[in-house]
């Protein structure tokens, strides 16, 4: 049987994995612990991503299912991520063309 800190990583491992919301019952069926453990476990994840000023993350629940996500406070240094970068193609590849 894992321990507190240790559902607590393999929640936080799951969520990362999935990319997206995770159902209630699918954590329960993956982790295999009774409901009412892992809505404690949750809320108590919550409230560290909440309360962790370095962490650029948060879990939020969303449908009946759980997600981790960025920050809101972090959109706009992310949305540089995502301008596409102008690329110079170099003198063999001109050549090429």
């Known amino acids: 049987m894992l321990m507190r800190d240790q559902i ?7 969520l990362f ?3 997206g ?8 069926e993956i982790l295999d612990i009774p409901l009412l ?3 404690e476990i949750l809320l108590e994840m919550i ?6 000023i370095r962490s650029g993350l948060q879990i939020v629940e969303l449908n009946g ?3 981790l996500c960025t920050r809101p406070a972090y959109s706009d240094i992310l949305a540089r ?15 090429t063309l």
């Open 21 to 28: 919301r995770v159902g209630m019952d699918e954590l329960v």
């Open 47 to 52: 409230l560290e991503y909440n309360n962790n």
């Open 37 to 39: 453990e892992l809505k």
């Open 8 to 14: 607590k990583a393999a929640v936080e491992a799951v």
């Open 81 to 95: 991520m995502e301008k596409p970068q102008k690329k110079r193609l170099s003198a063999a590849a001109l050549d």
């Open 65 to 67: 299912g759980y997600l």
């Open 17 to 19: 994995v999935r990319a």
